[in-house]
Every structure is written in structure tokens, then in C-alpha cells.
């Protein structure tokens, strides 16, 4: 039941232990140096693919890559609306709280701000994304291979990118799985922030004794 999912306000005996800010400056560069690693490397690959298993990058025509481009930016935009849905669909069939979206300079965010969500359910709607877009985008870029080598490495590129801005998704995803595998954890999702909080069993009575 979505109730089992959340809790309306937090309960006694909870203590935050954990808050990460992806509007903080030094937070947002982490998160952006971490995202440029899997963007070159896929990159990378389907350059190395073209160059030794293909015609060869010199041989690229200029004019499809250039509508390939266009068609990659085009796609990144859908992607990040589509991204963010992908969560707020999760937390919404989990929880049936209100959502939040919004865009910073920084991240593209969906939250649910008002509940404190369970480990295991925010754990869901925090990977989700991940999990439906690698398997869009492994097929999608498999098969522009079969198209065009500038189609193929446009593909390359939105999926790298798509790898790159799971990164903060990822990194909440291994607190919850190596930090907080307590399954009493609860997580308050703001979309930009994420606020963990742990049972000590200690209620606030108790320690005013």
C-alpha cells in the first residue's frame, strides 16, 4: 500500500545523518566532473568502433552529422523532461504525494518535498530513470549503428549523456545501499536535495529526561 511507502511527518526517533545539496557549489562540481567520465567514455567507444570497425571517422559526412546533431540536442531536451518524469511517475504510484519539478543551471530535479519516503520506495523512484533509459538507449544506439555511422555516434553522445546526468541518481542510490540499509531509513526529497534520516529508537521525550 502507498502508506507503507511514506510517512506524512517524521516520526519520533529519527535523527537526520545525512543531507546532500546539489545546489551547493562544491556538491554541483563533483556531480558535474563525475558526469563527464561515462560522456567520454561511451564517446570514446563509438569512436573507436567507427574508426576501426566502420568506414573510418575522416570519411563522416559533415552534412548528416550536422542533422545528426541537431537531432541529438533535440533529443537531450525530450530526454531531461522525460528523465524527470520517470521519477515523478515512480513517487507518484508509490506514494500519491505532490511532486515538485523544477531546472537549475546545474540539475534538472522532481521531488516530493512534503513526505518522508521509505528506503525502499525511494530507492525505486530514485533509480528508475536509470533503469528504463540504459535499456532505450542500448537498443537505440545499437541500432543507429545499422543506419548511419553519424546517427550512431549522435546515439553514443545522448546516451553518455544520459549516463552522466544518472550520476547524482547513482550516488544517492549506493547511500541508500551502503550507508542506510536499515529499511526503517526515510528520505526526505526536496528534488535538488535529499535528507536522510535514520531510527535510533531514542524519542524526544526520552532525551529531555
Not at 502507498?2 to 516520526?11: A, G, R
Not at 520506495?121 to 541500432?143: H, Q, R, S, Y
Not at 540499509?181 to 529526561?209: C, H, N, W
Request: glycine share 8%; net charge neutral.
Amino acid at each position: 500500500m502507498k502508506s507503507d511507502n511514506f510517512e506524512k511527518v517524521l516520526p519520533e526517533g529519527y535523527e537526520l545523518k545525512l543531507h546532500i545539496d546539489a545546489k551547493n557549489k562544491k556538491t554541483a562540481i563533483f556531480y558535474m566532473i563525475l558526469s563527464l567520465l561515462p560522456l567520454v567514455v561511451i564517446v570514446a567507444a563509438a569512436c573507436l568502433i567507427i574508426e576501426f570497425a566502420g568506414s573510418g571517422l575522416s570519411s563522416l559526412d559533415s552534412f548528416y552529422c550536422t542533422i545528426a546533431l541537431f537531432a541529438a540536442v533535440v533529443a537531450m531536451i525530450a530526454y531531461v523532461i522525460l528523465h524527470e518524469l520517470v521519477h515523478g511517475i515512480t513517487y507518484k504510484a508509490l506514494t500519491g504525494g505532490k511532486l515538485t519539478f523544477g531546472l537549475r543551471w546545474n540539475v534538472a530535479f522532481c521531488g516530493v518535498p512534503d513526505i518522508y519516503v521509505y528506503r525502499k520506495a525511494a530507492k525505486l523512484a530514485v533509480l528508475m530513470p536509470f533503469l528504463v533509459f540504459n535499456v532505450v538507449f542500448v537498443a537505440l544506439t545499437v541500432g543507429m549503428y545499422f543506419v548511419n555511422e553519424c546517427a550512431f555516434l549522435a546515439a553514443a553522445f545522448v546516451f553518455g549523456m544520459h549516463l552522466g546526468g544518472c550520476m547524482g541518481d547513482l550516488h544517492v542510490t549506493y547511500m541508500l545501499d551502503h550507508k542506510f540499509k536499515d529499511s526503517k531509513t526515510l528520505m526526505r526529497d526536496t528534488g535538488p536535495e535529499q535528507f536522510f534520516y535514520v531510527y535510533t529508537g531514542i524519542e524526544k521525550a526520552e532525551t529531555e529526561k
